[in-house]
């Protein structure tokens, strides 16, 4: 199964990345409007916006070796390294994502030190290249839902992780089945499944899931929030570029797998919006 869905996490990215950042910027995720959600901004500076909130609600204020898994085509790991000064790895399973953010990296004069201050590569998550206790801080900013084995990324990350570092993850959840509302409905499962086909995801889980299992893999002194209010303005924002005349246009030469994301712009921001779809924070110290 990994395998199949690793071809279409990559074919969906290798085709949709270029437009993605033609249309809405190097920064592939949602953006922060504050607590309630009411905040008015400009979009790429609400995605700027939710890095520096994520950061500054896990207390993180330094980092000398970062993995970013996930890493799109850069915009997270860039900012981090700059911020930081520190050095970023980041992974993906689309090349196209990889040779991007490296010629992002090389704009920014950010990879020509020996080692490179920011390097990107195409690895899986739940197996990667590196040795133990390589990474003082692992960044996962909405690549979570991708991954087919939640416990195995979990683990992965714990093992990377230098004693003392932190995880620190955003990722789409569903709402939690242990509350009044009960297990997901029939109907919520179809939404989900239709979200799940569309942008190569193989499960979501609740984030008091995502607590557990870190809990499990060793992890201690975790945090978790509910940051779906903060959020999900951005998909109206989306949504709103995506009927202009340009991104009409991207849209129709992008490709089947694409335009199918599109369509599925609706169904997110209806998830979100209804409580089904949640988005989760999760904090965790090795």
């Not at 490296?102 to 704009?107: C, I, L």
């Not at 416990?151 to 990377?160: D, G, I, K």
């Not at 009044?180 to 499944?193: C, D, K, R, S, Y």
């Not at 008091?208 to 060793?218: F, K, V």
Request: with cysteine; net charge negative.
């Amino acid at each position: 199964m990994a395998n199949a869905l690793y071809q279409r996490i990559q074919t969906f990215y290798d085709d949709s990345s270029g437009l993605w950042e033609q249309i809405w910027g190097e920064h592939m995720h949602h953006g922060f409007y504050g607590p309630d959600g009411r905040q008015r901004k400009n979009r790429s500076q609400a995605q700027i916006d939710l890095i520096d909130e994520c950061l500054s609600w896990a207390g993180i204020d330094q980092a000398s070796d970062i993995l970013d898994c996930g890493c799109g085509i850069g915009g997270s790991a860039l900012e981090l390294a700059v911020r930081y000064k520190a050095r970023v790895t980041g992974i993906t399973l689309s090349p196209v994502q990889a040779r991007r953010a490296t010629e992002r990296a090389a704009a920014a004069s950010l990879n020509g030190d020996s080692p490179p201050r920011a390097q990107f590569e195409v690895a899986d998550a739940l197996q990667t290249p590196f040795a133990d206790q390589s990474f003082d801080l692992v960044w996962s900013m909405e690549s979570g839902e991708h991954m087919p084995d939640k416990v195995a990324f979990l683990q992965e990350c714990y093992r990377v992780l230098k004693p003392g570092g932190k995880l620190l993850m955003a990722t789409w959840c569903h709402r939690p089945t242990d509350s009044l509302a009960g297990p997901l409905t029939w109907l919520e499962q179809q939404q989900l499944n239709w979200i799940y086909r569309v942008y190569g995801l193989p499960y979501v889980i609740a984030l008091p899931d995502y607590e557990a299992i870190a809990q499990s893999c060793g992890f201690g002194h975790l945090r978790s929030a509910d940051w779906s209010l903060a959020v999900a303005p951005f998909w109206d924002e989306v949504i709103a570029s995506a009927l202009t005349p340009e991104g009409l246009a991207g849209l129709a030469q992008a490709g089947p797998g694409t335009l199918q994301g599109a369509l599925a712009l609706g169904p997110m921001r209806q998830g979100l919006y209804s409580g089904l779809i949640r988005y989760g924070l999760l904090c965790a110290e090795r």
